[in-house]
């Protein structure tokens, strides 16, 4: 769920999310072309896990700076599914992020 009334506090280097305490997420994209004058204005994401909320704002990011493409890896079908909605998008991104936190098997 989106929200624009959703708080984050400080906890070291990171921040949580003020009403569960989860470690907040992010991820950046860009959304104009190389060419483009405005190739620095791209999208920031944040979102808490654990209450499912999530914010999004155009973020400056300096045009010699590389950005993970999170969905590389994807097949153009299911990429396209994903680019559509910034909900979908943080739910694949939320997804990936924990099974590569997840232990694995011995």
Excluded at 42 to 63: E, F, Q
Excluded at 99 to 104: N, R, T
């Amino acid at each position: 769920m989106k929200s624009t009334t959703w708080e984050t506090v400080p906890d070291g280097n990171r921040r949580v999310c003020a009403a569960c305490g989860t470690a907040v997420r992010s991820y950046r994209y860009r959304f104009y072309p190389p060419e483009s004058a405005s190739f620095e204005r791209c999208v920031g994401l944040a979102w808490c896990s654990g209450c499912r909320v999530y914010s999004g704002s155009m973020v400056h990011v300096p045009r010699v700076q590389v950005l993970d493409d999170a969905l590389a890896s994807l097949p153009w079908d299911r990429r396209e599914r994903v680019e559509r909605s910034e909900a979908k998008l943080v739910g694949y991104l939320d997804e990936r992020l924990r099974s590569e936190e997840a232990p694995s098997a011995p």
